[in-house]
């Protein structure tokens, strides 16, 4: 067993975990934040992306070991004091959600896009930045339209990412 | 104009929970003393088990039982079953082989259930379960469909000889033969319909637990009709009286078909909490989902059309073979039959059909429905042969389409099918409007400046949709009755709570079935709640699959509210003091017709609750009504897709430059959601023709179990879409709703195959049409070219 500390969600978190624990199990299991998705088991789907010290990364493939002392963001996270974050506006304003499941990570690596490209996003840039999340249901267009809307908002309202 | 009422875009309801990570799926939920399943699972195709040594895994750390098919039978736990009977055309009954949940002497695929570990944690039970020894006899394996019934291949079941489940047809062939003896032409295809793997992002789950005192079970799991679940499980499988079985599909992630089938987890996870005393998780890792989900499609098929010399089809002739896979799942056996051949006619009248159908046991996972499930394989087949048919008798292919539509409404086909209504000609020409099909030439010419290959492609498709009239299904062979049912609460402060026994996976239910509320009864939708998915709150259902739940569930919704109405009627009519004959409801508003008295639908509730103002001996108390509701007929959603490509011959590369669809739903509840329906059904007929599809090897091995080897349809791979709808209402159904769940998976192969073949010029390309197909078929025709 191993004993590791994050800040997850704003808040300080501790544990003694076996060393083979992943990350989203710690998150999933330990601390019941079960809005991360486990949709695969070969890094492919990105239903458990998270932000792990700003960055997008899919907790399904780190340890959570190797997370000792980062600052992890969640779906949950986003809206700590219950207002919506402009990509979740989107989203839900875009339909571009029908089972939810892949929706977190999309919307983690959304954001995650928007940071790192900018919030003026063009669709094929839009469409290749999401090529690590898989969703059935809704054929992306929505949530291309949404990630497009949301970096937008993004830019009109730059949130206050009160967990990173 | 309601803001929240039918017609409405109304922003979905579920949505908040799911954008915040505050859905509830079956691996959200954790019961107190949960314990983990994790199964042993074949890794042959074929094999005969000679000994499960579970010595070692049994002293494993945190192992709390080990249970293999001796143990399920010495319990009397049955085997799963398929729910519809199918007569082959010699009249004998379907040839079936035994189901167990977990493997008797045999193990017949590659991820076919061995034995179930149980431990503390998941990481323990998955720790023990390489610890089961198996002793396997290896078997050789049949694992093609086209010579799985031929002599010498190993047999699957003695149950079915030749591993021929069923050998059915449809139509009348004599008057078939006749049609083609007097053809000016005839257009043959060769078609395969490849096989998929569903792969909702959600992987299945479950959780089964047993109540000691009460001694009732639980069942929490990943499906799309848990009373369809509970009724097996009891009925059939026996694991418990459906009083003492209460079965939950909490949230769920997607399904396409795979989830509406009864699994050997379920059982195995429901039975076993009892024996371990604790509730028993199990959850599908992704390899398992590709080794053991029911598959889709998986058709061989040849198809002839004749034609006068006008083109006009006279006569259809179809044979297909269908890869049922190492067992029959709950409803395979329906697929490539009764959900297949009746919509051969297409959009197009034709007076003689004839299809015949070969049910076959391979050694592959079990193939059930999947989005469209037997449609898009007829309308691959009908879409297909017509666009052959025209090219090679020189007409043009929406040309060929609009001479044989179906003009007039009701239309009997030789197929069973009755269409009740449509308008195939409008759909035709606004989708050629809105492709700017004009000016394809140009476009087409321009991109042969640039060295590349510029196609189009229609899908004229037709879908029966609101499966179905019960009586009708039951004399098909149907083992239960396709109606819904609808119950509606209503409170004393006038809000609404209602029970349907639809289930949504994605859907919207709770937006659209409250959207119907809000319009009936006037009121705000917030006060509406749908439940579902659970049954001891929803008394039956028989759940959501086939786009039936605004045709069939709606409708005893719909049937539900109309009995609301008319008990607050008469209410408010004792209440307001006026005759009940000459109480009007608008808008949310009772009133007396020639008074000033009204009272809102919130005032009748309370009354009658209160129930001083009228005599119970004559009203009883309380506002709450049931419904069930069998509808009378299928609906029959159609439109027209069509597919414009650039393929570029260097690489293979097929770029979609543009979509347009055309649908007609009939009446729409919520077009917001309804655009979304046809989104994701055409990525995932996209995703058929040019990315997907299961491979085996020779030697039964799934070669495509994981995401890095199944090429499923992702963001950049796709395109924008353009949809449009028309509408005929339907006449079948009170909301003249028709149903949009599956209409792009059955639209999009077809005309993305007929937009490649256009373009190389090429008929014999089979899906998927990856670039390497593609550049073969490219190159093919060049030569072929310079040879001419």
Request: proline letters at 5%; hydrophobic letters at 40%; a negative charge.
């Amino acid at each position: 067993m191993a004993a590791i500390g994050m800040i997850v969600n704003g808040k300080a978190v501790t544990a003694e975990v076996e060393p083979r624990l992943l990350l989203v199990q710690f998150l999933r299991e330990n601390l019941r934040l079960t809005g991360t998705h486990v949709g695969c088991d070969t890094s492919q789907c990105g239903a458990c992306v998270v932000h792990v010290n700003g960055l997008a990364i899919k907790s399904c493939t780190a340890l959570a070991v190797s997370c000792d002392g980062a600052t992890v963001t969640t779906i949950e996270g986003l809206s700590p004091a219950g207002q919506l974050h402009p990509m979740q506006e989107a989203f839900r304003e875009c339909h571009a959600l029908q089972c939810g499941f892949c929706t977190p990570g999309m919307i983690m690596s959304a954001i995650d896009a928007v940071n790192r490209k900018g919030t003026s996003l063009d669709e094929a840039t839009v469409r290749a930045e999401l090529e690590g999340n898989l969703c059935r249901c809704t054929g992306y267009h929505n949530i291309v339209r949404a990630v497009q809307a949301g970096a937008r908002a993004m830019a009109v309202r730059p949130l206050v990412q009160a967990a990173e | 104009m309601n803001e929240t009422g039918v017609g409405q875009s109304v922003r979905r309801r579920e949505d908040f929970r799911f954008i915040t990570g505050a859905g509830q799926y079956t691996d959200d939920i954790n019961r107190p003393g949960q314990a983990y399943a994790v199964f042993v699972r074949s890794p042959h195709a074929h094999a005969a088990i000679k000994s499960v040594d579970i010595d070692a895994a049994a002293k494993a750390p945190g192992v709390l039982g080990i249970f293999t098919g001796k143990d399920l039978a010495a319990d009397k736990i049955g085997t799963l079953i398929c729910g519809w009977m199918i007569h082959s055309k010699d009249g004998s009954p379907m040839k079936a082989g035994v189901h167990p949940a977990l493997a008797g002497d045999k193990v017949r695929y590659v991820g076919d259930h061995v034995a179930v570990v149980i431990a503390e944690t998941q990481n323990q039970a998955r720790d023990a379960a390489e610890l089961v020894a198996v002793d396997y006899d290896v078997l050789p394996a049949s694992v093609s469909p086209q010579t799985t019934q031929e002599a010498g291949q190993p047999l699957l079941h003695e149950a079915a000889p030749n591993n021929t489940v069923y050998q059915w047809h449809l139509g009348d062939s004599a008057a078939v033969d006749a049609a083609f003896a007097g053809a000016k032409h005839v257009a043959t295809v060769a078609l395969s319909n490849n096989r998929l793997i569903p792969n909702a992002i959600e992987p299945r789950a479950a959780i089964g637990e047993y109540d000691r005192g009460s001694g009732g079970y639980t069942l929490y799991t990943t499906s799309q009709n848990p009373h369809v679940a509970r009724l097996v499980l009891s009925a059939f499988i026996g694991i418990a009286p459906e009083n003492k079985l209460r079965v939950i599909a909490p949230d769920v992630g997607g399904g396409f078909g795979s989830k509406i089938f009864i699994y050997a987890e379920e059982v195995v996870c429901t039975w076993a909490s009892r024996k371990v005393g604790r509730p028993v998780k199990w959850v599908a890792d992704r390899t398992e989902s590709f080794l053991a989900d029911a598959h889709g499609r998986d058709h061989i098929t040849t198809a002839e059309a004749a034609m006068d010399a006008d083109g006009k089809i006279l006569a259809l002739r179809v044979k297909t073979k269908a890869n049922l896979g190492a067992y029959l799942s709950t409803f395979a056996s329906s697929v490539p039959t009764y959900l297949y051949a009746p919509l051969l006619s297409g959009q197009y009248d034709i007076p003689a059909i004839y299809c015949e159908v070969d049910g076959v046991y391979t050694n592959t996972a079990p193939v059930d429905a999947y989005r469209g499930a037997g449609r898009p394989e007829a309308t691959f087949v009908i879409e297909r042969l017509v666009e052959v048919a025209a090219r090679e008798m020189g007409i043009d292919p929406a040309e060929f389409r609009m001479r044989n539509f179906i003009r007039s409404f009701p239309h009997q086909t030789p197929v069973l099918s009755n269409y009740d209504t449509g308008d195939y000609p409008l759909c035709m020409k606004m989708a050629l409007e809105n492709a700017d099909h004009a000016g394809f030439p140009a476009r087409k010419a321009a991109s042969a400046k640039a060295g590349k290959l510029r196609g189009i492609g229609f899908s004229a498709y037709i879908e029966a949709c609101g499966i179905a009239p019960s009586r009708a299904v039951g004399s098909l062979g149907a083992g239960v009755g396709l109606w819904e049912s609808a119950e509606v609460r209503v409170n004393p402060v006038g809000t609404v709570e209602v029970l349907t026994g639809s289930h949504s996976h994605g859907q919207g239910h709770e937006t659209t079935f409250a959207q119907l509320v809000s319009q009936r009864l006037g009121i705000p939708i917030d006060q509406v709640s749908i439940v579902h998915g659970d049954t001891d709150k929803v008394q039956m259902g028989m759940g959501t699959y086939g786009s039936r739940s605004a045709a069939v569930g709606m409708s005893a919704l719909d049937k539900a509210l109309d009995k609301i109405v008319a008990k607050a009627t008469k209410v408010a009519s004792r209440v307001m003091e006026v005759p009940e004959d000459t109480v009007e409801f608008t808008d949310g508003v009772f009133s007396g017709r020639g008074t000033n008295k009204t009272m809102t639908f919130g005032d009748v509730s309370l009354q009658a609750y209160v129930a001083h103002k009228f005599d119970t001996a004559e009203i009883e108390p309380g506002l709450k009504e049931g419904a069930f509701y069998d509808p009378k007929n299928f609906t029959f959603p159609s439109g027209v897709h069509i597919a414009e490509i650039e393929i570029d011959p260097e690489t293979g590369i097929t770029k979609i430059e543009r979509w347009t669809a055309v649908d007609d739903f009939g009446n729409l509840i919520n077009p917001m959601i309804v655009d979304g329906q046809v989104h994701g059904g055409i990525a995932q007929g996209i995703g058929q023709a040019m990315l997907e599809g299961a491979v085996y090897d020779s030697a039964g091995q799934l070669v495509t179990a994981s995401f890095m080897d199944y090429c499923m349809p992702r963001a950049d791979d796709l395109p924008s879409f353009d949809v449009t709808m028309t509408n005929t209402p339907c006449p079948s159904n009170p909301l003249g709703v028709k149903g949009c769940g599956e209409a792009g998976a059955i639209a999009a192969p077809a005309a993305l195959i007929n937009a490649i073949t256009d373009a190389l010029r090429h008929e014999n390309i089979a899906m998927p049409a990856t670039p390497q197909a593609v550049w073969r078929a490219a190159a093919a025709s060049r030569q072929q070219l310079a040879a001419e």
